[in-house]
């Protein structure tokens, strides 16, 4: 190669590198002048329909779905269900706990640097003020407590030490903690007005009422009305801390047409449906395949809870004749397909069930024959006008409600179905003279033990409630209700349990019609749900995440 040859590559070279060396200084220059942006993250957001207002945010007030549903989100239990079978409690808020040896005393350590919405910290002392909340306005969960643990009972020994002290041994205790949502002393006290608690005037009620929270929950409330929904916000400082793609807003819609909701689902405008569709609204938008369906076996009944109080339901004859009445077989697969058709007050797979009661089943003869042993002849029969009320907006209660019409007609008495709003069926239940001849709803159980369906629907301290429309009290009931919370002995728990499910079957104050299955509609990019069978916890939002 020539020497100008090399000399020409040279200098191409050292202008290449000079050029570099510009533009590099012009790139530096540019950046300093106009510094990248960090990317915005797309906020994730969840849209959820309710089927019926949310009535309160208030966790001593709630006990509907769709209330319980929006507190569970903003507020953190002592103790949470666990995701797998048979779902026992698991310390939550708590860390650990020790029991005395008469299971009166309940010494509990919570985790320290748990924070509220408002950056203070979580102590025992806002448990044992939660506590006395509970018990002071003596509404929502509150029943749970209330008979075994006074106001003034539960202590902070130190700031993350609480202990309850209990007057009678309860079985349900932890589980029912699953219910109980802790919340900032210091904030309802700062925002209470006046009230019938003394010097804590109303505890905040009016407050938390006007859309503030007071919980130490993954989401924080940022608006709430009762005929529109609630909106909540992630809460950064949550103890649990955050994953990727977890939602970062939630949108609960009150929308109480279903047809509305089948076609915002259907247009991508809901991520998930409320767990009260009727079943045939869950098949038909599962076969679409953008959209995913859950269903399963729960351990939650469809009731037809009878009035044992007003004529001719007051006759145990009466009723039995009614539930042979029923073809439980074509009920079932027609409005709730692979259900399990009912037979006693504990489902399989609840501790204590008793395998051996039969299943409900129609026998017209054996309906025949109890009309024959009733006080109340065929013509006197015939007079009565029997109202079976269901709520509003949920077809599958409405459909069972016409069955037991079209059952009751085969042996000559007359049924009117009647729609009712949740809130009427609430205030109807309070005495036996109000509350209709038939009711039926779906009671899903609060907390993970099988307390809940014997305590709060037959113990006569729970009567006037919704649960225990049946007004069916016995002092044996009640003596074999507290015998199965109070034992220690497991054994003889289960003893109590099945004798109170042998009486519940004699006597039908409830017709167990199946143990009505489980559904979740949701959009196919919404990933992490779970079915958990106690009270609202399979729609705790935190476990979700969001992959388009």
């Known amino acids: ?175 029912s903690l699953t219910k109980f949502f802790v919340m900032n002393k210091k904030l309802l006290l700062q925002n209470k007005a006046e009230g019938p608690f003394g010097d804590y005037g109303d505890l905040g009620q009016a407050w938390i009422s006007q859309g503030h929270d007071a919980g130490s929950g993954p989401y924080m409330i940022v608006s709430y009305s009762p005929d529109i929904g609630a909106e909540l916000v992630k809460f950064n400082d949550y103890w649990k801390g955050w994953k990727p793609n977890q939602v970062d807003r939630i949108k609960f819609m009150v929308i109480t047409e279903e047809a509305t909701i089948k076609m915002l689902l259907m247009n991508k405008e809901l991520e998930m449906g409320h767990a009260f569709l009727s079943p045939t609204t869950y098949l038909t938008l ?103 009320h269901w709520l509003s907006g949920q077809d599958a209660d409405r459909m069972v409600a016409v069955a037991l019409q079209s059952a009751c007609a085969r042996i000559g008495i007359n049924v009117e179905v009647v729609s009712v709003l949740w809130s009427q069926m609430l205030d109807r239940a309070t005495n036996p003279q109000t509350t209709p001849h038939f009711s039926i709803w779906e009671p899903w159980s609060r907390y993970p033990d099988p307390d809940y369906y014997v305590y709060s629907a037959f113990h006569s301290s729970q009567q006037g409630r919704w649960i225990t429309q049946h007004w069916f009290f016995t002092d044996e009931l009640d003596a074999l209700c507290e015998l199965q919370r109070s034992t220690l002995n497991s054994t003889e728990r289960q003893i109590a349990l099945k004798q109170i499910q042998q009486i519940v079957r004699d006597n039908i104050p409830i017709i167990f019609v199946c143990y009505r299955p489980y559904y979740n509609i949701r959009q196919n990019y919404v990933q992490g749900w779970k079915y958990i069978p106690y009270h609202a916890w399979e729609y705790w939002i935190y476990r979700l995440t969001i992959v388009r």
């Open 1 to 175: 190669m020539s020497h100008r040859t090399k000399d020409a590559i040279t200098k191409i070279q050292a202008i290449i590198i000079a050029l570099v060396i510009i533009i590099a200084a012009i790139i530096a220059t540019y950046y300093m002048l106009f510094p990248p942006q960090p990317t915005t993250k797309e906020e994730l957001v969840l849209r959820m329909s309710q089927g019926d207002s949310i009535v309160t945010i208030d966790p001593a007030i709630c006990y509907d779905y769709p209330s319980t549903i929006t507190v569970e989100q903003a507020y953190d239990p002592l103790f949470m269900p666990s995701e797998e079978p048979p779902y026992d409690p698991i310390p939550w808020v708590v860390e650990s706990y020790n029991v005395s040896a008469d299971g009166l005393i309940y010494t509990m350590k919570i985790r320290s640097g748990l924070k509220f919405h408002d950056g203070t910290e979580v102590t025992a002392e806002d448990v044992a003020f939660t506590m006395d909340r509970y018990l002071s306005i003596k509404k929502g969960h509150s029943g749970f407590w209330i008979g075994f643990i006074a106001v003034g009972n539960t202590t902070a020994l130190d700031k993350y030490t609480v202990r309850f002290n209990l007057t009678k041994p309860s079985n349900a205790f932890i589980p």
């Open 286 to 388: 599962g076969n679409i395949a953008y959209l995913n369906l859950s269903y399963g076996p729960s351990i939650n009944w469809e009731p037809i809870c009878i009035n044992t109080r007003r004529p001719p339901l007051d006759d145990v004859h009466v009723r039995r004749a009614i539930a042979y009445a029923i073809n439980y077989t074509d009920l079932v697969n027609t409005v709730f397909p692979g259900a399990i058709v009912g037979s006693s007050l504990l489902a399989p797979g609840v501790f204590g069930h008793d395998p051996s009661i039969p299943k409900f089943e129609m026998n017209l003869t054996k309906a025949e024959e109890e009309l024959d042993q009733s006080s109340y002849t065929r013509e006197q029969l015939s007079q009565f006008t029997l109202e079976c």
